[in-house]
């Protein structure tokens, strides 16, 4: 049995007083949450969400990381730093990544084993642009973009990590696949893993990610491979947050 997780990415967004609000109701609402909790703050606030977190059972996470363990790297930080602030989930290849950053297949397989070489949990974010999807490549690309990884960290250090599926043209733009079309590419990603190997397949928590909201989440986690969310802009509204959790329950 896969244990589901929904992951915040709170972006660029965020202030002291806005996170130790945010995060004081997400904790007081969580009684009847099950599933595993993430938030992943900008890296200043690391600290400060760590120990807000303190003793309660929602875990930190990054939205970005070097490939590199140390060095003369202006701007970036290490699997090591993020280790050392408790962070336990790291994003890999997110889409505004990948597009904005130049954070192609090669550097996203290294950062995710620089990852897995300090024991953190990389999440690998895959999915297709609009004209992709519309030029029928939706399972090509997804298919390349794990690959890309599985190929260069191999299948212990993969089995270690998560995978978000985030169709581009549904981040952060109220459009969201429908459950049947996320379920239909996570179904073959899960395939595709189960190829390479078996247990890989069955194991692979495979999160949906693309304009998640507390209105879609159910039906979104209902479907057999989908293993909860990442979530954007809703992470940053406690009561969506916290609805979306109890969704994946
Ligand atoms: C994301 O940034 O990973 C994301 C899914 O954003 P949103 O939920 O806002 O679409």
Request: proline fraction near 3%; hydrophobic fraction near 45%.
């Amino acid at each position: 049995m896969r244990r589901k997780i929904v992951a915040g990415n709170w972006k660029m967004h965020g202030s002291i007083a806005a996170n130790r609000q945010l995060l004081l109701d997400v904790l007081a609402g969580l009684g009847d949450v099950s599933c595993d909790v993430v938030v992943c703050p900008p890296f200043p606030y690391l600290a400060q969400v760590a120990e807000l977190l303190q003793s309660s059972r929602v875990m930190l996470g990054a939205q970005h990381v070097s490939e590199f363990a140390v060095g003369a790297y202006t701007g970036e930080v290490s699997a090591a730093m993020l280790a050392e602030f408790g962070c336990r989930y790291v994003l890999v290849g997110h889409s505004e990544r990948r597009s904005l950053y130049g954070d192609d297949d090669a550097r996203v397989a290294a950062k995710f084993r620089a990852l897995v070489d300090s024991a953190l949990i990389p999440v690998l974010c895959v999915g297709e642009t609009l004209v992709q999807r519309e030029r029928g490549e939706t399972e090509a690309v997804v298919s390349r973009q794990l690959e890309a990884v599985l190929d260069q960290v191999g299948v212990d250090a993969f089995a270690s990590g998560v995978v978000a599926y985030e169709p581009v043209w549904a981040i952060g733009t109220g459009l969201t696949a429908t459950p049947e079309q996320a379920q239909r590419v996570h179904a073959a990603m899960r395939a595709l893993l189960a190829e390479r190997d078996a247990g890989l397949g069955a194991g692979m928590r495979i999160l949906y990610g693309g304009s998640v909201k507390a209105q879609n989440a159910a039906e979104l986690f209902g479907q057999p491979d989908i293993d909860g969310g990442l979530i954007g802009g809703a992470s940053l509204q406690s009561t969506d947050f916290l609805a979306i959790c109890r969704a994946a329950n």
